[in-house]
Every structure is written in structure tokens, then in C-alpha cells.
């Protein structure tokens, strides 16, 4: 066991607190110098003189202190480590030779910083976070593993990388046209923007373009650069499930002759896109260490089982569970929830929704293609928007997440839940007692809501949103930033939520792993007309047929795995695949 003291340097404010961490520090007490001022004014936590009490990390006002006793691994293992109190990481994933290699790990325990360091942007300093980091060091730390040779084609300025950033939306500040932003990249500009399908946006600037079109043009720089390793950051982010399916084709297709080495949340993509895969635990913003590579099908089963049993880590208390058979269908006789046909027209684009209805205890799923109108559906049941023919359903109450969420105010997560104490829909008991915990939102309930992390933002989001008494909740994308740990807890807790309070749920969600955890039924959104002018949704239907009809347009099969029953793409023209083309069951491979 080692003790590790984490100082989050963002959270601490040592101008507005009164030291709470040191005045109320035992060892500091009885004259040891455990907590004491650093060089730059905020605290130095000893490891070694800290008793593991605890009492600092509940006396501090803004949450900015983690304190941990961990299975650690081999200090000898830390490549870096951001300050004495800071982040550590152990270990490195390994570029693969040709062919794709997957990292798999929670939020905040290093992946970033791994390609970072992987790509040459970022010398490690292998632990001694005083100086700066030396290849030469890091040539020498390596000796004798596979990542030697890496680091000295590094060193040696002789590998030629390739970094697809995480935060594409960073990208709409660059004063260029999405061309020349591509075209920096290489001379195979115009046809990687041909293959991502953004072609007709080459004259556009990047601050005119959308959230997933700033992720195809990113994309599309990196397939344009020719590169001897390509590391590519999240590529889902922002994508529907149409485009998640093309680059993760592009991706595959880049990695029949070059090595690429990528970081994803969404796990039926993930599943798709890389044969090999390193897990990464441990607790973030404090360590991550890196697994020794797995096969891609052990290493998510491993991950869902939760137990790494060659490093004997448990890193999750139960394992994550699929049912290989669709949920039966509600009982039609008694709707909860009732939607007459909806329609709208905004200048160019038109949609129509047929109605339908929605049961008690039940989560529908909305999916389907961006641009087809599933945010302004939505948007109409929750009253944001009139819509032009039709009404919402009379006398339904709804609480709804938007799709981006912005906090605008410096409030923090309690100060908003206590604002809506007087509010009758608003549930404090329910809030308090299973949705923070269930969310994980406790230790960050006092922090101001602009400090929040995107993922820490969405589950609180999630949490306001689920704590209010209403007939219907609307959810758009509440598994947007999440890490796929955060996404399969979220949507076993949708689930839980609609059913215990006898409710209804539409969720807008493009992962496909989310979707088959969380709902009952789905409603399916697509494209009317050929130019993008119109759009069309229907349902809900059931899994089966919702399903079918979403993946028979992207042209994708599912099987499912035997031993976890989660569902996993089927190679394209292998026997599976065509045989369930043959029988037209794109999702559930034989009929329940
Ligand atoms: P991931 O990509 O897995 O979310 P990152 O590599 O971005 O993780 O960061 C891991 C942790 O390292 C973060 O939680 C943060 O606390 C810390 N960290 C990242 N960058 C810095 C930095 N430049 N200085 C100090 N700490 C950092
Ligand atoms: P999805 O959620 O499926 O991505 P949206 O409902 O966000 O689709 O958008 C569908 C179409 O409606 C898009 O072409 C979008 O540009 C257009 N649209 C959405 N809101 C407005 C608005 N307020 N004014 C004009 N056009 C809009």
C-alpha cells in the first residue's frame, strides 16, 4: 500500500479559505510539518507524514483535496508525474507495429497525456517532476521493452506522428477555411475530405462549422498526413452513429499499412476499431497505470467483469450485464404518454413526426442520423419549441437536458439543487440520497459549475433533470463526455429511475452500448429527402425493429458476444454478416 495526496490545483483557493487542511491536520498539531505553504502559496501535502485521516479532505471548502491508500503499482513504473501532490502516471501503452491499438480508461487518469507523450509533443520526466524530462532518460528507462525503440526514433526526430486533438471545438477559434486546415495536414486534403464526406464544406471557415463537422475535419487532417504513427484522441465526440461507422472504416482502412493508436469511449465502436487494447484504473486526477496489452474481446469483457486478473485489480465492484434478447413489449392498453403527429418548418429544413405513445416504466430511445431533426422533437415536447402543425401532448409535464449545457452562473451543484428547495416538482430527497452517489456527484457538489469537467457537467445535468416528479423525462445526449464507465452506470440508472417512479423517458443517444443498457423501445429518425432539406421520425418501435431499421441503413450487422452477451459488430461480408442480411435481423441475431 502506498498513501497518495492529491492537490487539485484548479479547485484550491488559498486566498479564500482559512487553511482549513493544515488547521485541522493531526501531524500539523503535534508540530509535524505535514501540510505546509509551497512556492507557489498553495499546499504541499507530505505522503510520508500523512496519517491517511482524511479530515483535510472534509474540512476543505472546495473540494481540492484526494488522499488515497492504493494497491499502487511499481513506483519505478511512473513515467510522469505533474508536481508532488499532482497526477502520476505508471506505465505506457505500446504503439502498435501496423495494425490498431485501443485504450480504454476512465476520464482523468492519463490517456491524453499518454498520446501526448507517445507523440513527442510532452517529455516525461519519469516521476522527478522538478525537472524537465531528457529523452536520452527516457531512451534508458525503456531499455529492454518494446517502447525503446520508439523513444529513440523520438529522440532522434526520425518518427513522424500524428495527434487527432480531443477537444475539436477549440478548432472553430482558427481563422481558416476547412481546406486549408486540411490541407496543412498533406497533399491528400481534397480526398480524405471526399472519404469523411465534408467536401462540400471545403470553402466553409472552421467557425462556421458544427460540432461533428469540426470532428470530421480533424479527422480528415490526420488521414491527409502521412505519418508513421497516428494517435487519435476520441473520434466519436460529436459524431451520430452513421459517421462513428464511417471512421471507424476510415480508421481501419488507415490501419491495414500504418500504426494508429487510439483513445474511445463508445465500446461497440471501440470493439470495431482496434484489435488490441490497453485498460487503464486507478482513481483519476490522482494515477492511472496502464494494462499490459490484451486481445480486443478479452479486453472488454475484462473491462465489463470489472477484474483484471493478470494484475489481480479489482477496479469496479459488479460487473456490467447484457441481456441477449430484446425487452418485451409494453402493454399498448394504458399510454402514459400519448403524442399526436408533430410538425415543423424552419427556413430549409422541414420535419415531420408520426405520432405515438410511450408506457409507464418505459425508456425510449431516439436515434438516427444528425440533421434529422431529433433535438427539434424533442425540444417541441419540452416546450421550447411550437411546433408549426400539431401540440404537444396536453397535461404531461416534462423535465428536460438539452443537448449542450452551458452553466452560466458561478454557482455550484448545491447552491442550484437548495434554490429549487421551494419547488414542489423538485425531489431534494431523491436528489440527495440516490442520484448524487449514483452519479458520483458528492465530491463535486460544491465546486462553481463553469470548474466543472464536460463529464462532470453532463452527470450533474442528468441528476437535476432526473430529480423532478414529472410524467416524462427528456434527455439529448446525456452520454456525450462521459467515459463508457460513466455511460453504462448513467444508463442503468435512466432505467432504474423511469421504472421505480412509474414514469416515461425519451433519450437521444448515438451509443449503441448505452441504448441496448438503458432502453425498451426506439424511435427512429432519418433523412426524407436526399439534400437534407427534410427530415422524418417514427415510433417507438421495439428493440428489434428499431434497431433494423437504424443499421440497415449504415449496412452493419451485431452479434452477440457468448460469454457477456454484449453486442459486437460483425467484420463486413464475414458469414454472420451475411447470413443476418439474409434474414434482415441487423441487432438480435435470432428471434427471442
Ligand atoms: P484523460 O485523458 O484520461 O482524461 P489526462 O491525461 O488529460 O487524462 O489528465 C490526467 C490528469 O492529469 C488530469 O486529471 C489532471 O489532473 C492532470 N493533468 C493533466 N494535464 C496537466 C497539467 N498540464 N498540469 C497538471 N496536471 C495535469
Ligand atoms: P438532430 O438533433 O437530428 O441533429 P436538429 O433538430 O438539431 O437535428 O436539427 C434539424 C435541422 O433543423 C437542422 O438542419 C438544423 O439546422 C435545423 N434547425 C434546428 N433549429 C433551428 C432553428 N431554430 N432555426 C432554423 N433551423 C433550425
Request: with cysteine; aromatic share 6%.
Amino acid at each position: 500500500m502506498a498513501r497518495i495526496a492529491i492537490l487539485l490545483n484548479d479547485r484550491c483557493h488559498p486566498k479564500e479559505c482559512q487553511w482549513e487542511c493544515q488547521a485541522y491536520c493531526p501531524p500539523v498539531r503535534m508540530g509535524q510539518e505535514c501540510i505546509v505553504e509551497g512556492p507557489i502559496g498553495k499546499p504541499v501535502i507530505s505522503e510520508t507524514l500523512c496519517i491517511g485521516c482524511g479530515i483535510c479532505v472534509h474540512k476543505c471548502p472546495f473540494d481540492a483535496i484526494k488522499i488515497l491508500n492504493t494497491p499502487e503499482a511499481d513506483p519505478s513504473e511512473v513515467v510522469h508525474r505533474y508536481g508532488y501532490n499532482g497526477f502520476r502516471m505508471y506505465r505506457l501503452p505500446i504503439p502498435p507495429t501496423g495494425g490498431i491499438t485501443g485504450v480504454l480508461g476512465p476520464n482523468g487518469t492519463g490517456k491524453s497525456t499518454a498520446l501526448r507523450i507517445l507523440a513527442g509533443r510532452e517529455v516525461p520526466n519519469l516521476g522527478d517532476y522538478a525537472a524537465p524530462g531528457e529523452w536520452s532518460k527516457v531512451v534508458e528507462h525503456f531499455r529492454g521493452t518494446a517502447l525503446r525503440a520508439h523513444f529513440e526514433r523520438i529522440a532522434k526526430g526520425q518518427l513522424r506522428t500524428v495527434l487527432k486533438p480531443q477537444y475539436v471545438d477549440h478548432l472553430s477559434d482558427e481563422p481558416l477555411s476547412t481546406l486549408d486546415y486540411v490541407a496543412a495536414g498533406g497533399p491528400g486534403a481534397a480526398a480524405a475530405l471526399e472519404d469523411v464526406g465534408l467536401a462540400s464544406r471545403s470553402d466553409r471557415r472552421l467557425s462556421e462549422l458544427s460540432g461533428g463537422e469540426l470532428q470530421l475535419a480533424a479527422i480528415a487532417r490526420t488521414l491527409a498526413t502521412d505519418a508513421d504513427l497516428y494517435l487519435v484522441d476520441e473520434p466519436s465526440s460529436y459524431l451520430d452513429i452513421v459517421h462513428r461507422l464511417k471512421v471507424a472504416r476510415l480508421l481501419r482502412r488507415l490501419g491495414a499499412s500504418k500504426s494508429v493508436l487510439v483513445v474511445e469511449h463508445d465500446l461497440a465502436l471501440f470493439d470495431y476499431l482496434a484489435d488490441t487494447a490497453h485498460l487503464i484504473y486507478g482513481e483519476p486526477a490522482a494515477f492511472g497505470v496502464i494494462s499490459h496489452p490484451l486481445p480486443m474481446r478479452s479486453a472488454i469483457n475484462t473491462y465489463l467483469t470489472g477484474y483484471l486478473k493478470d494484475e489481480n485489480v479489482r477496479f469496479r465492484a459488479d460487473a456490467i450485464r447484457f441481456v441477449a434478447h430484446p425487452p418485451k413489449p409494453a402493454a399498448r392498453s394504458n399510454p402514459l404518454v400519448e403524442f399526436a403527429p408533430l410538425e415543423k418548418s424552419f427556413a430549409g429544413f422541414h420535419l415531420a413526426v408520426g405520432g405515438g405513445s410511450l408506457a409507464r416504466g418505459q425508456t425510449v430511445g431516439i436515434v438516427g442520423p444528425n440533421g434529422t431533426g431529433k433535438t427539434t422533437f424533442v425540444r417541441m415536447l419540452a416546450g421550447a419549441e411550437p411546433p408549426t402543425k400539431g401540440r404537444p401532448p396536453p397535461g404531461v409535464t416534462v423535465s428536460y437536458k438539452p443537448q449542450y449545457l452551458k452553466a452560466s452562473t458561478p454557482a455550484s451543484l448545491r447552491e442550484r439543487a437548495n434554490a429549487l428547495a421551494n419547488d414542489p416538482t423538485f425531489d431534494a430527497k431523491l436528489f440527495e440520497r440516490d442520484l448524487l452517489p449514483a452519479l458520483h456527484l458528492e465530491e463535486v457538489q460544491d465546486v462553481a459549475l463553469p470548474d466543472l469537467s464536460g463529464g462532470e457537467l453532463q452527470r450533474a445535468g442528468v441528476a437535476l433533470t432526473l430529480a423532478r416528479t414529472v410524467t416524462l423525462y427528456l434527455l439529448d445526449e446525456p452520454s456525450a463526455y462521459l467515459d463508457a464507465d460513466e455511460r453504462m452506470s448513467m444508463a442503468r440508472l435512466i432505467r432504474r429511475q423511469v421504472e421505480r417512479q412509474a414514469v416515461s423517458a425519451l433519450v437521444v443517444d448515438h451509443d449503441v452500448y448505452f441504448l441496448d443498457l438503458a432502453c425498451d423501445e426506439l424511435m427512429v429518425f432519418a433523412q426524407d429527402a436526399p439534400d437534407g432539406t427534410r427530415g422524418r421520425g417514427d415510433g417507438p418501435f421495439s428493440m428489434r425493429e428499431g434497431m433494423n431499421r437504424l443499421l440497415a441503413d449504415v449496412n452493419i450487422t451485431f452479434r452477440r458476444d457468448p460469454e457477456t452477451l454484449r453486442p459486437r459488430v460483425n467484420r463486413e461480408g464475414s458469414v454472420l454478416d451475411r447470413e443476418q442480411r439474409g434474414r434482415r435481423e441487423y441487432y438480435y441475431d435470432a428471434p427471442a
